[in-house]
């Protein structure tokens, strides 16, 4: 089992690009998860998904938007990149009912210039 | 507004010293509080703690909770180079697909 993982690892953008990042997880979990952790400021929850079809806000939402077609993938996706979405970006999974048992993947570090 | 709060955000020491890491919460409908340790990359889980008073352990890791006064600590013992990491504090509500994150203890364990 690969676990979480995710693509790209390393991405730069200019101002007003776009981009998607793809967090595709083999554990047959029910939930998944994006995060974006920024130096000294945790892991701040962007969006997250209870099921394939379903999407939430989490504490981050603004800028981004999700899709969660197929239960197996989760994309995270900024439509006009600006410098503040320079982040680390995780993506996590876990089973239905466990929020707590959360495998995460390797991160995406975003520069946007 | 729910919060956690990690204390202190950063700690210097030497190998061989004890420290102790505090998160303190404020959730509603608490349901478990949770460690993480993360160093280059994803955070890998330590502890889960549901219920106060009962101490985890770990190798020379511990952890107790404390429901009363809302808080957790996580002790290490005879710290080595490689306990030098990020500690993530999370708490998980009941009812909530989510969890709350700590902004973190930044450990630094120098030869």
């Known amino acids: 089992n690969a676990g979480v993982t995710q693509t790209p690892k390393f991405r730069v953008l200019k101002t007003g690009q776009s981009m998607t990042l793809l967090c595709a997880q083999d554990?047959?979990?029910?939930?998944m998860y994006w995060y974006r952790q920024d130096p000294g400021m945790g892991l701040r929850l962007i969006h997250y998904?209870?099921?394939?079809?379903?999407?939430a806000k989490g504490e981050v939402p603004d800028g981004y938007n999700v899709s969660r077609l197929k239960k197996q993938n989760f994309l995270l996706g900024l439509e006009s990149a600006a410098p503040s979405q320079t982040s680390v970006y995780f993506c996590?999974?876990?089973?239905?009912?466990?929020?707590?048992?959360?495998?995460f993947g390797p991160g995406t570090r975003l520069t946007v210039t | 507004e729910d919060k956690v709060v990690q204390s202190p955000l950063s700690l210097v020491v030497h190998e061989g010293d004890t420290v102790t890491l505090n998160c303190s919460y404020e959730?509603?409908?608490?349901?478990?509080l949770l460690w993480y340790k993360q160093e280059k990359k994803a955070p890998t889980f330590l502890f889960m703690l549901?219920?106060?008073?009962i101490e985890k352990k770990s190798g020379r890791l511990s952890s107790i909770l404390d429901k009363k006064e809302l808080f957790s600590i996580l002790n290490i013992t005879a710290t080595q180079t490689g306990d030098s990491a990020v500690y993530l504090c999370?708490?998980?509500?009941?009812?909530?697909?989510?969890?709350?994150f700590g902004k973190g203890t930044k450990l630094t364990v120098n030869p």
């Open positions: 996590a999974s876990s089973p239905v009912g466990s929020s707590y048992e959360q495998y």
């Open positions: 554990m047959n979990h029910e939930y």
């Open positions: 998904s209870v099921g394939e079809g379903t999407t």
């Open positions: 959730v509603t409908n608490f349901r478990s």
């Open positions: 549901t219920s106060s008073g």
């Open positions: 999370a708490v998980e509500q009941g009812g909530s697909e989510k969890l709350v």
